[in-house]
């Protein structure tokens, strides 16, 4: 079993919707969650992240964690055709050393 | 300022041919990364250096060398390409910001590798 699980979809979704993209995971020690932006033919950036539960608000994006069912959750309100991309979460038990990703979930926004 | 920079932006191999991949940040960082990404199974680590003249093996070192140059490069070799290694390598380098938790990781654009 992976330490971290991602459905790869793809999801598709038009235009103004709201997405939710979620990871789950089996490493307890884990208390560091990102979550990576990826176009095509690029390589990732970080959109955001979170330390321990709650959640994060960044704009039109929501990251929130849930330690207790080792869940965390992306929401994209008003989704754009720009947002179309492969999202990748990210985790880590402390905040300098190497991560473990997701499978990434490619989303595409149809105008 | 151009980030993390890797050459070459795609190459075929042969099996059992060599080759390195270049990787260069010039941002300072300590800390560099290879990846490689493929279908379904997302991001591995190869190998990373937590600063200069160390070196540590990640989740799938088997068939590849890294050499940390300087502060700035970061290269990774195959000795004996494998069909199995066909690939796209991203190279990564990473910092905590002031006033961050979190050490970021920024990622070049990748090398697409393919062995035949």
């Known amino acids: 079993q992976k330490e971290v699980e991602q459905d790869p979809g793809p999801l598709s979704v038009p235009e103004g919707a709201i997405v939710s993209l979620n990871c789950t995971y089996s490493?307890?020690?884990?208390?560091?969650f990102m979550w990576y932006r990826q176009y095509s033919r690029k390589g990732p950036e970080l959109l955001m992240y979170t330390y321990s539960s709650g959640n994060k608000e960044d704009g039109r994006f929501t990251a929130q964690v849930d330690k207790s069912s080792k869940y965390i959750s992306l929401f994209i309100r008003d989704s754009q055709p720009s947002d179309s991309a492969t999202y990748l979460c990210a985790m880590s038990a402390f905040g300098n050393e190497k991560l473990t990703f997701g499978t990434g979930t490619r989303l595409t926004i149809i105008p | 300022n151009a980030g993390v920079t890797q050459t070459p932006k795609f190459q075929v191999l042969k099996t059992g041919q060599s080759m390195t991949l270049q990787c260069a940040q010039d941002?300072?960082?300590?800390?560099m990364y290879w990846y490689r990404q493929d279908p379904g199974m997302g991001l591995r680590l190869i190998y990373y250096s937590a600063s200069e003249g160390t070196t540590d093996k990640g989740e799938v070192p088997n068939g590849y060398n890294v050499s940390r140059l300087n502060k700035r490069e970061f290269s990774l070799r195959l000795e004996s390409a494998a069909p199995s290694q066909t690939s796209v390598y991203f190279c990564a380098s990473s910092e905590v910001a002031v006033g961050a938790i979190l050490e970021t990781q920024y990622f070049g654009p990748g090398t697409r590798l393919l062995v035949l």
């Open positions: 490493n307890s020690a884990f208390q560091y």
């Open positions: 941002m300072n960082h300590n800390s």
